[in-house]
């Protein structure tokens, strides 16, 4: 069985710190890995992805691959109130890109 | 560029009865996936469909299907409906396997009474 591990939170932090989304994965197969941001009641947000090992930036987010060890983080820089949202981590699941295996989201509040 | 187009919005059916939903990609989008999220289960990938072609499907009954036409629309399908199925249905799409960076619509809350 493939599998996405999760914090389910809630994550709390302060306005202007950093938050730090943390995920696993069990396929060793898995090729791609992304970060959605959901809002309560709405659709998920693809914010970043990443492919290769190491970081990758893109404004006030910075995604992080091991493979080796089968991990993936997102970190957010300069928290705002309005990153509160549930973070979810998925992971192609081989073969076809357009199998995506969901972990069950980290919810994070950024307190003012 | 509009987005991802899934209609209905909301749905409300009875036990038994069957349910079709619709989702128009993005423009230029050839793979259309499906997936249903409760808040139990969290998000959980049904069947994803490239060219026409169903490529993956997901650990549901054969109760759910679905298919995608030429235009690369794709439409779900859940016959016999049970209580169970209440549930956000979303559809993502994407350009394919090289670029397989997948973008949601708004989703059909689905109630089954």
């Known amino acids: 069985q493939k599998e996405v591990e999760q914090n389910s939170g809630p994550l709390s932090v302060p306005e202007g710190a950093i938050a730090s989304l943390n995920c696993t994965y069990s396929d060793r197969g898995s090729q791609s890995f992304f970060w959605y941001r959901q809002y309560s009641g709405k659709s998920p947000e693809l914010i970043m992805f990443i492919y290769s090992n190491g970081d990758k930036e893109d404004g006030r987010f910075t995604a992080q691959l091991n493979k080796a060890s089968q991990y993936v983080s997102l970190l957010i820089r300069d928290s705002q109130p309005s990153d509160s949202a549930t973070y979810l981590c998925a992971v192609s699941s081989g073969g076809s890109q357009g199998n995506l295996i969901f972990g069950k989201g980290t919810k994070l509040s950024v307190k003012p | 560029k509009a987005g991802v187009t899934q209609t209905p919005r909301y749905l409300i059916k009875t036990r038994g009865q069957q349910v079709t939903l619709s989702c128009s990609p993005i423009s230029g989008h050839r793979s259309v996936s499906w997936y249903q999220q409760t808040p139990g289960q969290g998000l959980q990938f049904l069947f994803e469909y490239f060219s026409e072609t169903q490529r993956n499907k997901g650990n549901f009954p054969g109760r759910f299907s679905g298919r995608q036409f030429s235009n690369s629309r794709s439409e779900m399908n859940v016959s016999t409906l049970e209580l169970g199925d209440s549930a956000l249905y979303l559809c993502?799409?994407?350009?394919?396997?090289?670029?397989?960076?997948?973008?949601f619509g708004q989703g059909t809350r689905l109630t089954v009474v």
């Open positions: 993502a799409s994407s350009l394919g396997d090289s670029y397989p960076e997948a973008f």
